[in-house]
Every structure is written in C-alpha cells, then in structure tokens.
C-alpha cells in the first residue's frame, strides 16, 4: 500500500504546481457552466417549468456538478500510456515492482483528487452563487455520492486505458481516442441528462458503462434519486468496473504478449 | 494521392526564371501541408469520420432537446439546425486555418518560434499553413449540408439581398472564429499556460454560435454579442435569412453585423498579435 | 501582415560594404522569477545574460565563437538574428538592425540551430527546399541551381525523397545546413552545427561549409563545443564568459598564446629510457617500463610530422595517438587567468 499511497500523492502535488493552468481551467469550465445552464434553463422554461423530472434547480445542480466532474473524470481523454506503447517505454513501465494498472490508478486517483479539488469545486462554487443548487436533505445521499464519484473516476480510468491500450495494435490512436470522447459526452448523460432521450438512445445508453460515469454520479449527489433507488445504480457501477477491470487486464496481458512476439 | 518519388519530382514549372509571387509562395505553403496529410491516408479517414461523429452529438444535444419541447430560444427544430449548421461550417473553416494558434504556448515553449521569426514570411503565415489540419474538413463538409438542407425545409425565400447574406455569413462567421484564435494565440505571449482561457473564447464562442441567442439571459447575451461577437456569427444571421423577430439586443437586422465585426475583430487580433512578438523579442523566451 | 513589403534577396547587401557584423557594448539582461530555498514567495531576479559585448566581424570572415554553457552564447546569437532585442548597445548585421528588420535581414542570413529542426518533419526532405525556396522567393532556376550544389557537396541524394522523420540525425543536420545556405546567405549563423555527429559526418560537413565559404566569400559565425569545428572552420576565435569577451584573436596564436600543448602518445617497438625532443616539445611521462612516451608539444611550432621524424631516428614507432586540448580545456584556462584579450 505505501507505495501506491506516495505515487498518489506526487501526482496531486504534481498537479497542484500547475497554478496557471488550473486558474484558467476554472475559469473555462465556469463559462462552459454558464452556456450549458442557459440552453437547458430555456428549455425547461419552454416546456412550462419541468422537464422529464429536472425543474430549473435540479438542471442548475446537473450542469454545475457535471462541470465539477468533467476534470476528474478526464473527460477527453488522456493519451499518454498510449504514447507509451508507441515509444516502446512501456517496457520500463512493465518491468516495475508495482503492478502496471495498479500504478496508473494510483496516479489517477491522485490527480483526479487534485483536479476535483482545484478545477471542479470552484465552478461549482459560482453556481451556487450564480444559480443556486438543489441540494440532498438525507445524509446517506453524500455518502453515497462519494462512492458513486470515486466508482465513476474508476471506471473513466478503465475505459481510458483500454482506449490507450489499442495502441499495442493501431499505430495511430488518435482518432479512436476522438470516437470514444464522441459517444462518452453524449451516452455518459454529459451533455444532457439520459432521461431526456428518446428511448432507443435511453436504451442504448444504459447497456454502456458511460452513464455510470458521469449520470450516476451527478444524481446520486444531488438527490435527484433517493438514496434506495441510488444503491441499486451504485451496484451497477461496481458490476461496471469489475468487467471494465477484468477487460483491462486480459487487454494489457493479450498486448504485452503481441510485443514479446514481435520482438518489438 | 499518396506521396510519391516520381511525384515529387514533376517538371519543374514552364518559366523558371519567373519571379515567384505572394499568391504563389502562399500557395506553395498550404499545399505542401496538405499533400502530407493525404498521404497518411487511414488515420486522416477515422480523424475526417471522429470530426464528424462529434458534429453530430453536438447536435443531437439540441435534436433531443427539441424531441422534448417545441421550440428552443423562440425557434423550432429547422431554425435551431440553420444556426448550428451555419455556425459549425465556420467555425470549421476558422478552425482550419487558425485552429492550432491557440497551441502558441507549445511553440514558444519547444522554441519552433525562433525558427519562424528567422524566415522572411510573416508568423501567422507561417503558423497557418505550417498546422492546417485537414481532418477538420469533416465539420465543414457536415456543417455546409445541413445550413443547406435546414435552409430549405425552414422555409428560406431568398432575395438577391439574403442570398448574398445566406454566402457572406459563413465567411465572416469563419473570419471572426479566425481571429479569436488568433487573439488566444497572442494572449499566450502573456499566459504561456493560458491555452485554457482561450478556449473558453473560442469553443466556447463555438458553442454560443451554434445555439440559439435568445435563450441567453441578457448579460451573458450583450457578452457575447458585444464582447465576443459570437451570436452574430450564426445566430443573427439566420434571423435575417428567415426573416424572424429578434431578442433584446440582437435585431433581425444584427444579422448583417457578421462582416464588420469580422474586420474589428481582426484590427484587434491584429495588433495583438503583433504586440505579443514585439514583447517576445523584447522578454525572450 | 503583407509579404511583398520585403525587397527581393539580398543582391544590394551582398554588394554593400561595411562589416558584417558590428556588436558595440552590447547586454542582455532577463528577468527570472525563481523561489529562493526557504523563501514562501516567488522573487523577480536579473540576470545579466550578456554583459557588455564587443565585436567586429568583416565580411568573408570565420569566426568561432565558444564559451560554455550558459555564456550567453545563444542570447548573442538570437540578438545577432532579431529574435531579441537587446536590453543596452547596438547590434548591426549586414548593415541591418536586426529586431525592427528581421524579415529583411531573414532574405540574407542562414541560421542552423543545430537543438531544432527548421525542416518539414512529416514531408520528404526535398519538399521542405521547395518550400524554403517560395519563402525565400527563389525563381526554380535559382533553387533548383543551388540545391544541385548543396546536394552534391552535403550528399544528400541518397535521402532527399524520403521524409524528414525518418532520416538519421546526421542525415538531417546535412539536410538542416543545405536548407540554411539554400538562398545563398551572405552570413552563415551554425549554432553547435555538429552536436551528436559521429566524425564521418562531422567531417563531411564541414568540408562543405569550407568549399562553400571559399566559392561565395560567406562570412561564417559559429558556436560549438567542438574544438574541431573551429580548427576545420575558423581563422579566428571569440570566447566568452559570463556574457563579456574573455579572448578574441586569431587561431593559430590561441593555443600558443595559453601555451596550451598538444600531446602526442607514442607506443614504441623497443623500451627507451628517455628520447632526445625537439626544442619545441617536452616529455610528460614515460610509461609502461619505456614503451609508453607521453610528449607535449606546441602545435604552433612544431608539425606532428616533424616531431614524428625527430622520434623515428631514435626508435621505432609502434603505434600513436595524438590528443588536441579540448576547448572547455582551454576555456578553462582562460577564465582561470581572468581573460587573456
């Protein structure tokens, strides 16, 4: 566990050296915040007041929490372990004590940390000012929010890697990488919440870890779903992340053995 | 159209004492860019087909929104995908030609910048035609059928006076996106980690250009009206083309604002830009 | 904004007079931000990256400019090509103020920086020279006259149509230099023009860059680590030191005047106590029960030939080894005696 605990919080600290980056992050997702808030906020005006269950303040609190996730989360995708194939320093990688998934999660858990902390929280500050939040009455809906975050982040690193891993076979990833931040905005319930698709796009998106990654989360934080029906999403989450785990896994293992073939 | 050897070494032009003109050298720029492009022929394909693929979640947004409701902003589905449509094509061709300036940070901070500033062609020149990026053809393409398609089914009548405007406003609308990269770039003079606020002008611009103005509420809507003149890109011109009532501060007749704007804008980017290289060769890098 | 307010290359400077490049007190001061150790706050530092610089260079001249890392060798080189402006004094090159007429002066210089490439990494190398050429406005007479010169004399054939990433690094620095001289500069700026080389290419190169000077009268500006490159290059030397001259002279009398040796390490065939040595040279050490002989000798007076022959009537000579002094060597010496100008 030590060691796991010290690449964690290098790669906060790392992050938290970024000040430049950060401010200007914040201030971006602020704006972003604020477009997002207003198409939805015409559109619940234009539909009388509510829309599929989301009311102005519940869309106030998806939008802002979402801008909250969306550094944590990586949303657009990180490219380099697959850079690191591509430059044969995964070898190096590989050859460490630490498990190879293992030390990316570990690194991942502490940047996100930093980039919740520092690029998410802010923007949802001014929203709570700007906008105001609807906020959970019962207590175990934080609690429950925190797991379903930390299962979220989690499962955007799975499907990260795996999108960085097809790099032991394609030569250029960039345009996967560019698919899978496509259809991860859209079925994640980003954009817009899930519930407001039509209902083969709804049930296209529920057979997708995505919205577990971004909808799940926002909604169990929010209260917008009791905490009884949330379990039950929380549940989804960790059957999710055990596929998504299991497939990184026999991914990496399939990858380094195509190397090892080859020589390369 | 890959490269190849026998290619490359084509005759050389008919006169070859001829003096080589402005137009020439610009052309002998952006074409080599976009020779090497094509020759990397799969990934340019799945690169073309994500553009698209994102271009269409973007709208599917507002198509889903839409599903829900009747109008969005006081406009219905068509209108809704002229402005989107409209907006994507120039922020396509913008993106095109001055996408990778608001990547200036990197190139101060690799020193590709000194390498520019020894040549005798000005640096946007050589940033523009040195980063174009093909791939961003699929917005464009994606972005022109349906300003055209939605056009038709909205119901545009076109008078010799529209339809000049229905040509103009992608061009001025891609001017202006022009510039507010170009002025993302120069900031980074300044900000060298600032690629993100910048973003917040530009795809963020996007994003207002591509969405009905009036849902905005008014502070933000005078913002990026009279600040970031993103509303005039797309938005004010399709209440011109379609002959719509306009929201407080954005009249029907905004919609012929795109071009002046467009020429401010660039004044601005203009002597920022030229601010921005004036301070790094005073500071250095 | 407007490319055609450049006057067509450099055929007036090229007939003009006056020296190539004229420094006069020349300084650049940076502001660093840094943290002091134990200090919360950032705190703003100057730093004086050259301190009062001289230097006058006629055209046609070879000049070898060395000096440590962090002499301020670059910021001179930068001030000198109009990527900076300095903070005090006057630079004119080609009678030209550098930062206010960078783009003209850019028609009648050619810099190499040999730390980045200024090729086109993903095209074939023989395109980045079409390009360059419409930069430079070139007619494709003129271009395709002067790169059959730089391909033949840097030997670039062999790899002109393949693209830039995939040369080797000596491949790409001939390919670098061919597309700083590709507008025939009047004034060649080689900022550490052989790092990495091996000494097969090192030589090629510089091979070409002395038939090139000897054809077209070029004056040639270069910084290096390489004693050799000034050696092969250079009738003259500048090194500098925390950003001021520290010696400026002619070649031939740098290392005599540090009385800096060259040694020879002769193997012979026989043991030999001691060898009788011309008056310019001087044993260091006898080795290896007398086969070994370390001399030193001043390469300003004596010929490795002459030294050889001296030895040969005395014994026979198994096997040699020459050592030059490396440049930081006598850079060292140099900044140890404060300046030797």
């Given amino acids: 566990m030590p060691p796991y605990w010290s690449i964690a919080s290098a790669s906060f600290r790392q992050y938290s050296t970024y000040r430049m980056a950060t401010a200007a992050g914040v201030f971006t997702n602020t704006i972003f915040g604020f477009i997002r808030a207003s198409i939805m906020f015409a559109a619940i005006t234009s539909a009388g007041g509510e829309l599929s269950g989301y009311t102005i303040a519940q869309a106030a609190t998806y939008v802002w929490l979402g801008q909250a996730l969306l550094a944590p989360i990586e949303a657009f995708g990180t490219r380099e372990v697959s850079q690191r194939v591509h430059q044969g320093d995964i070898a190096i990688d590989l050859l460490r004590p630490t498990p190879f998934l293992g030390l990316y999660y570990a ?20 929203g709570a000012i700007v906008t105001g939040l609807a906020l959970p009455t019962d207590p175990r809906s934080y609690l429950l929010g925190t797991l379903s975050l930390l299962l979220a982040i989690t499962l955007a690193f799975l499907a990260d890697m795996l999108v960085n891993l097809a790099a032991f076979w394609l030569l250029e990833t960039r345009g996967l990488t560019v698919v899978y931040t496509a259809v991860m905005n859209l079925l994640s319930g980003f954009l817009i919440p899930i519930v407001w698709f039509p209902d083969w796009l709804l049930a296209i998106a529920r057979a997708t870890p995505f919205p577990s990654m971004i909808q799940t989360p926002i909604d169990t934080l929010s209260g917008r779903i009791a905490p009884a029906e949330a379990l039950g999403l929380v549940a989804v989450q960790v059957g999710w992340v055990a596929a998504l785990a299991l497939a990184a896994h026999l991914v990496l293992t399939a990858g380094v053995r195509s190397v090892e073939v080859q020589g390369g | 159209m890959a490269e190849t050897p026998s290619r490359a070494r084509r005759a050389p032009d008919p006169d070859p004492d001829r003096p080589v003109s402005t137009a020439r050298m610009v052309a002998t720029l952006y074409g080599s860019r976009l020779r090497s492009q094509a020759s990397f022929r799969t990934s340019f394909l799945a690169d073309v087909l994500g553009q698209v ?8 947004e507002l198509w889903v929104i839409l599903s829900q409701v009747s109008t969005l902003g006081g406009m219905t589905l068509p209108q809704v995908a002229v402005v989107y449509g409209l907006g994507a094509l120039a922020f396509g061709i913008g993106d095109l030609f001055f996408g990778e300036i608001d990547g200036l940070s990197a190139t101060i901070k690799s020193g590709t910048l000194e390498t520019l500033l020894i040549r005798p062609v000005p640096m946007l020149l050589q940033i523009s035609s040195l980063d174009l990026s093909l791939r961003r ?26 339809l000049v405007l229905a040509v103009i406003a992608p061009l001025a609308g891609a001017a202006i996106f022009g510039a507010l990269f170009t002025l993302a770039g120069a900031m980074q003079f300044w900000l060298v980690d600032g690629r993100e606020f910048a973003n917040a002008f530009t795809y963020g611009g996007n994003y207002v250009a591509t969405t009905p103005g009036a849902v905005f509420a008014l502070p933000m809507r005078a913002f990026f009206t009279f600040v970031i003149p993103a509303t005039l890109i797309a938005y004010a011109p399709t209440l011109a083309l379609l002959e719509l009532p ?26 920022l830009w030229r601010a921005g290289i004036r301070r790094y060769t005073g500071a250095g890098g | 904004m407007n490319p055609t307010d450049v006057p067509i290359p450099s055929r007036a400077a090229q007939n003009a007079t006056g020296p190539a490049v004229e420094l006069t007190g020349l300084r650049r001061d940076f502001t660093v931000r840094a943290r002091l150790s134990g200090a919360r706050r950032r705190t703003r530092q100057l730093v004086r990256a050259v301190d009062e610089i001289s230097l006058r260079i006629e055209r046609g001249e070879a000049v070898g400019f060395v000096g440590a890392n962090g002499a301020g060798k670059s910021t001179t080189i930068k001030m000198m090509t109009g990527i900076l402006q300095p903070s005090d004094g006057t630079v004119r090159v080609l009678g030209r103020t550098p930062v206010p007429e960078r783009r003209q002066l850019a028609r009648e210089i050619g810099v190499v920086f040999g730390q980045r490439s200024q090729l086109w990494w993903d095209l074939p190398l023989r395109d980045s020279y079409r390009i360059l050429g419409a930069m430079h406005r070139l007619t494709d007479r003129e271009r395709e006259g002067r790169l059959e010169r730089l391909v033949d004399g840097l030997d670039l054939s062999d790899f002109l149509d393949r693209p830039v990433r995939q040369l080797s690094l000596g491949q790409r620095m001939r390919g670098e230099v061919a597309a700083a001289l590709l507008h025939s500069p009047a004034l060649v700026v080689l900022d550490e023009p052989t790092i990495g080389l091996d000494m097969v290419s090192k030589e090629g190169l510089r091979r070409f860059l002395r038939e090139d000077r000897a054809e077209r009268g070029t004056t040639l500006f270069l910084t290096t680590h390489d004693m050799g490159d000034v050696e092969r290059l250079c009738e003259r030397i500048v090194v500098v030191n925390t950003g001021t001259v520290a010696y400026d002279g002619p070649l031939e009398s740098f290392r005599e005047r540090l009385g800096a040796p060259r040694e020879l390490i002769v193997d012979l065939a026989e043991p030999a106590d001691a060898l009788a040595l011309p008056a310019a040279a001087r044993s260091l050490a006898v080795e290896a029960g007398g086969i070994r002989h370390r001399i030193a000798f001043s390469g300003a007076e004596l010929t490795v030939p002459s030294l050889l022959s001296a030895i040969g009537t005395q014994a026979e000579v198994r096997d040699l080894a020459l050592t030059e002094p490396a440049i930081e060597d006598l850079v060292r010496q140099i900044y140890a005696r404060g300046g030797l100008g």
């Fill in chain 2, 53 to 60: 693929l994102i271009v269409g979640t973007e709208f599917l």
């Fill in chain 1, 107 to 126: 690194q991942k858990l502490g940047r996100s940390s930093f980039l919740l902390l520092g690029r998410g929280v802010p923007p949802l500050a001014v």
């Fill in chain 2, 246 to 271: 306009g929201p407080a501060l954005i009249p029907t007749g905004a919609g012929w604002l795109g071009a002046p704007a467009a020429v401010l804008a660039w004044i601005l980017a203009a002597l």
């Fill in chain 2, 137 to 162: 053809i699929g917005r464009i393409v994606v972005g022109l059928a349906m300003y055209v398609v939605a056009l038709g089914i909205a119901g545009f009548d076109p008078t010799a006076a529209t």
